[in-house]
């Protein structure tokens, strides 16, 4: 199996490369050989009474083409050095599907912890020098007390599509023939640490 195989990129998700893989690849190639294997298992609805749902990594893959899309759709003509995003959300399948579309669409991701005070939250996301915010509506007034306290900024907030929006999205591959050994250095993922001491949480870069 050849590394270089611009077709078929996916195919260096396979375990042989292991050490020199990059995530997108291996959703890829898992759903390409293995759609049926399950990603993740979420609850229906907030009673678990209701059942889980299982997300192969068929449906992971689409939903990640499905967001990376959306992604270019809405923000295609911000320069590769500002593509660093920010993302409020809830805790569901959409942290991963973002990551991994954002990783395709050439994107740095900056998650928010919604607990951490406004002015904190703030401060992050004009030290990770993010140009976008994406919340999920249930965020909403996270997202508003962070605009309230810096009104000027030019720095676009918007409203993620929903779980059922994701999952249930059809679009064709997002092409990602990217090499791992062209990459490896660049990060793809920033946190913050707890902040529990109640001084600003400093910037972990992956």
């Known amino acids: 199996m050849s590394i270089h195989n611009h077709n078929k990129p996916w195919l260096r998700g396979a375990e042989e490369f ?29 009673n678990i009474a209701d059942g889980f749902r299982d997300v192969d990594m068929k449906t992971m893959a689409t939903a990640v083409n ?3 899309w959306w992604l270019d759709g809405h923000f295609k003509d911000v320069p590769k050095e500002k593509k660093v995003l920010a993302y409020v959300g809830v805790p569901d399948i959409r942290y991963p599907v973002l990551l991994f579309a954002a990783i395709k ?12 005070p406004p002015d904190h939250n703030l401060y992050l996301l004009l030290e990770a020098k993010v140009n976008l915010v994406l919340y999920a509506d249930l965020m909403e007034p996270v997202v508003k007390g962070i605009q309230q306290l810096n009104s000027t900024a030019q720095i676009p907030y918007t409203v993620v599509p929903s779980v059922d929006e994701v ?40």
Not at 19 to 43: C, K, T, W
Not at 105 to 116: C, H
Not at 175 to 201: I, Q, Y
């Open 18 to 46: 292991r050490g020199q893989r990059l995530l997108p690849h291996v959703i890829d190639y898992h759903a390409h050989n293995e759609p049926n294997r399950v990603f993740n298992s979420m609850p229906r609805t907030q």
């Open 105 to 116: 669409a050439g994107w740095t991701t900056f998650w928010v912890s919604p607990r951490n």
């Open 167 to 206: 999952l249930n999205g059809q679009s064709p591959p997002y092409p990602f023939d990217v090499l791992f050994a062209d990459v490896k250095d660049e990060r793809c993922l920033a946190m913050h640490t707890s902040g529990s001491t109640g001084t600003l949480p400093p910037l972990k870069a992956y």
């Open 66 to 68: 499905f967001m990376a």
